[in-house]
C-alpha cells in the first residue's frame, strides 16, 4: 500500500503537471464540441490517452458513425501495443495473478509510461506493479481535475498563456524520452522519429506515427546494431 | 443528456464512448501485456521494440511543433523551432534536468512570440 501512495506522488512530477496543462485545453476542446461535463469526464477513464480523447471527441461531435470513430481511435492506439511491451518486464516480477497486469497496462500511455520507466528501475521488484498503479490511478486523478477546470474555464485564458501551456508537452516528452534512453538505438530512434514523423504526416496522415515509428525503429535498430558490431 | 449528433446522444450517452473509445484501444494493450510478457529485455527482438515506440513518441513530438493546433498555431515557425533548441540546450547544460529544459524552452517560447512575433 506504502508504493501505491509513493506512485501517486508522480502526478505532482513535471511531466505530469505539463500533462495537466494540455488537458485543460481538452477539457475547453470537449465543451467547445458539445460534450457534457460528464462525458468530458468519461473520455479519458475510458481512454487514458489525449490524441484519442480529441479524435474521438471531434469524430462525435461531426456525428461520425460508430465504426469510423472506433477506426480513427484503434489507429491511434496501436502505439500502445510496442509501449506496453517495453514496460512488461518491470510490471511482472509481483505475486499476484497474471489478470493484474491487464488492469494497470490500462494506464500505458505517453505520460504514464515515461514515469514508468523513470522510476520503476528504482523500486523493490514485487512492489512495481502496485507502484505502477499509484503513478497511473494518480496522473488521472490530476487529469480529470484538469479536464473539469478547462471545462468549466474554457475561453476565460489569453491566447499566449494557452499556446506556452500547450508547447509544453512536446518538449516534455522529447527531454524525458532522453532522460531514459538507455541503448545507441534509442537515441538513434528519438532522432529518426522528430526528422521522419513531418513528412509521414503530410504523405500518410492517420498513419503518419505507424509508419514513423517502424520505420524510424527499424533505422534506428539496425544503426544500433552496426555501432556495437 | 448531451446535444451530440446520431448514435453519439444515445445510450445515456456514454456507452458509444465506451465501445469507440475503451473498446477500441484497449485490445492493443492487453496484446502488448501478453507478447512483453515473455519477452526478454536483453533480446534484439526487444530493443527494436523498444525503439520502435521512441520513435513513435518522438515523431508525436515533431508532430506537435511541426504542425501545431490550437493556440499554439499562432506562434511562428523561427520562435516553435528556436524554443524547442533554447529548451534542449537548457536540458543539457543543468545536467539532463527536466524542469529546467521545460521552464527555460517556455519562456524563449514567449520571449520569441513577444519580440520576433
Do not use: C
Not at chain 1, 2 to 11: K, N, P, S, Y
Not at chain 1, 121 to 146: C, D, H, M, Q
Not at chain 2, 52 to 79: C, D, H, K, N, Q
Amino acid at each position: 500500500m506504502r508504493a501505491f501512495w509513493q506512485g501517486t506522488l508522480a502526478m505532482y512530477g513535471v511531466p505530469a503537471l505539463v500533462l495537466y496543462a494540455g488537458i485543460l485545453g481538452y477539457g475547453a476542446f470537449a465543451r467547445e464540441v458539445g460534450l457534457t461535463l460528464g462525458q468530458a469526464l468519461a473520455l479519458p477513464i475510458f481512454l487514458q490517452a489525449l490524441p484519442a480523447q480529441v479524435v474521438l471527441a471531434d469524430h462525435a461531435a461531426r456525428g461520425a458513425s460508430l465504426a469510423a470513430a472506433a477506426l480513427a481511435v484503434s489507429l491511434t492506439a496501436v502505439r500502445f501495443l510496442p509501449m506496453t511491451v517495453v514496460i512488461m518486464p518491470w510490471l511482472k516480477g509481483h505475486s499476484g495473478p497474471r489478470w493484474h497486469e491487464l488492469l494497470v497496462v490500462h494506464f500505458v500511455a505517453v505520460t504514464v509510461w515515461i514515469e514508468g520507466l523513470r522510476r520503476l528501475p528504482t523500486a523493490p521488484a514485487e512492489v512495481r506493479l502496485v507502484y505502477y498503479l499509484g503513478i497511473g490511478v494518480g496522473i488521472l486523478t490530476g487529469t480529470l481535475a484538469s479536464t473539469a477546470l478547462g471545462y468549466l474555464a474554457a475561453g476565460t485564458v489569453p491566447q499566449w498563456m494557452a499556446a506556452a501551456l500547450l508547447f509544453t508537452m512536446p518538449l516534455t516528452f522529447l527531454l524525458a524520452m532522453i532522460e531514459t534512453a538507455r541503448s545507441r538505438a534509442d537515441h538513434f530512434a528519438i532522432v529518426a522519429g522528430v526528422v521522419i514523423a513531418p513528412f509521414a504526416s503530410m504523405w500518410l496522415p492517420g498513419f503518419d506515427l505507424l509508419v514513423t515509428g517502424l520505420a524510424g525503429g527499424t533505422l534506428a535498430w539496425v544503426l544500433g546494431r552496426w555501432r556495437r558490431a | 443528456m448531451s446535444n451530440l449528433p446520431g448514435v453519439w446522444g444515445t445510450w445515456g450517452g456514454y456507452l458509444p464512448f465506451f465501445v469507440a473509445g475503451f473498446l477500441a484501444s484497449e485490445p492493443w494493450r492487453w496484446a502488448g501485456a501478453l507478447i512483453g510478457r515473455d519477452l526478454d529485455p536483453n533480446s534484439e527482438v526487444f530493443i527494436w521494440v523498444r525503439a520502435v515506440s521512441s520513435a513513435i513518441v518522438a515523431g508525436l513530438v515533431a508532430r506537435l511543433v511541426v504542425f501545431p493546433t490550437g493556440a499554439m498555431a499562432a506562434m511562428s515557425a523561427p520562435t516553435r523551432y528556436g524554443a524547442a533548441a533554447v529548451g534542449i540546450a537548457a536540458f543539457f547544460a543543468f545536467r539532463k534536468n527536466l524542469g529546467a529544459g521545460v521552464l527555460a524552452g517556455t519562456l524563449a517560447l514567449l520571449a520569441g512570440h513577444f519580440i520576433i512575433g
